[in-house]
């Protein structure tokens, strides 16, 4: 018998479904090593290493109603994908599921957040997990550039926002950053006070009950994610990473998974993030029972 790859345990049609997962095959404006737009497809090839049974929330994925979406159609600028983007998002949010996006590059998640937001109100903020502040105006002459994302959101969509795992970016990033008192947290700050502080302290300045989560991979040290498009040593830790997902996914309305660039690996990369997202999934579950 012969089957299409989807990725495994995403078992339900669309119409059933309470999370859908779909790729984004665009790395456009990646600015030193392109190839995130492999990570969809290699996500989906290695989730078959995994058992589907979740010990730690006691919930088996092959239960839930996990959809898988396919890829989003190609297009050649990045303004027309993130536009296709939002109007494939949007009605994803407005079935009331979860929407769960796999870049590709880490603009892919502005349109995400607008379509959350636009569906969530005013009750709702946003957190990324990240290396980089990515809080330029433009980079490279390009205003969606994905070293721009952060900013934009704050610019278009809220202030409501925290960062976690930031530890690059020129002078200017830091300063802005300082005096529009954006909450960051540098992995020497998550190392002194622990990832339970530090999302403590995270939740209690968002004031919202929904979040839209973002993981670019680069948040983690590259020691166990070295498959990225812009790879930043002395990154956090997997587990605290993992910390972050499980105890944030019952806030969130959306979630993704960017800037993985399989080739620069053996796979472990994609394997990462694919069990992030399985996390994922099995945490927000286990929050609504
Ligand atoms: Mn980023
Ligand atoms: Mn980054």
Redesign the pocket.
Known sequence: MFYQPTMMDALSEYDSARYVIFGVLFDGTSSFRPGSRWAPDAMRGVSSNFESYIPFFDIDLADLPIHDAGNLEKYASVDETLTALFYSVEPIVRDGKIPIMLGGE?SLTLPCVKACAGQTGDDFGVVVL?A?F?LREEYGGLKYS?AC?SRHIIDEVTANYAAIGIRSGPKEEWDFAKENNILYYTPEDVAEVGIKNVLSEVIEYLECTRIYLSL?M?AIDPSYAPGLGTPEPFGLSAVDVREVIRTLAPMAVGFDVV?ISPEYDGGQTAILGTKLMREFIAAHAAGYK
Do not use: K, S
Request: glycine fraction near 0%.
């Open positions: 880490h990240d980089h990515d994905h994302v670019d680069d800037e």
